[in-house]
């Protein structure tokens, strides 16, 4: 992963899938709640489990509910954009497991994370696993 604020290069942990599984099963039954759960601080949690990053961290410092995350959002030039100042340029194609994905949820433009032909992200009732082929572009991680 390359994260753009602290220019350096950070590489998952040897046992990132077991941390990726880890941290997906901990957010199960947890349901979709800006500045709490929402599909952002998931995916930050789930990729600092496997990398030892501090994304939710520096997140959380930049909203609390729905309308400081979206004014965030917007502020970044959208979704994409705001992901690619942690992440780097996105890229179109097939994610593999592990990369962050954007896709159209129901809620609009909408995080997770790839474990393999699905992508595990946050909803109203927890984590739901959605068709790999609803990717709009992806990071890889």
């Given amino acids: 992963i390359r994260t753009i604020e602290a220019e ?3 590489s998952r942990r040897a046992d990132w899938h077991d941390k990726m599984w880890a941290a997906i ?7 979709f709640d800006y500045g709490k759960t929402d599909c952002c601080l998931f995916t930050a949690r789930v990729v600092d489990a496997f990398c030892d990053t501090e994304h939710e961290k520096t997140l959380a410092e930049h909203y609390k ?10 502020v970044s ?4 954009a705001a992901v690619s100042t942690y992440l780097g340029q996105s890229r179109v194609g097939r ?7 954007m ?3 129901a809620r609009g ?3 997770g994370i790839c474990v393999g032909q699905t992508i595990a992200s946050v909803y109203s009732d927890g984590v739901v696993f959605l068709p790999r082929s609803l990717s709009i572009c992806y990071w890889t991680v």
């Avoid at 509910?65 to 917007?74: G, K, N, P, Q, V």
Wanted: a negative charge.
């Fill in 77 to 80: 030039g959208g979704l994409e």
């Fill in 109 to 111: 433009q909408t995080l």
């Fill in 25 to 31: 099963d901990a957010h199960m039954d947890a349901p």
């Fill in 65 to 74: 509910d729905e309308a400081t995350a979206l004014a965030y959002i917007e």
């Fill in 95 to 101: 994610a593999q497991r592990g990369d962050v994905v």
């Fill in 8 to 10: 350096c290069i950070v």
């Fill in 103 to 105: 896709f159209n949820g």
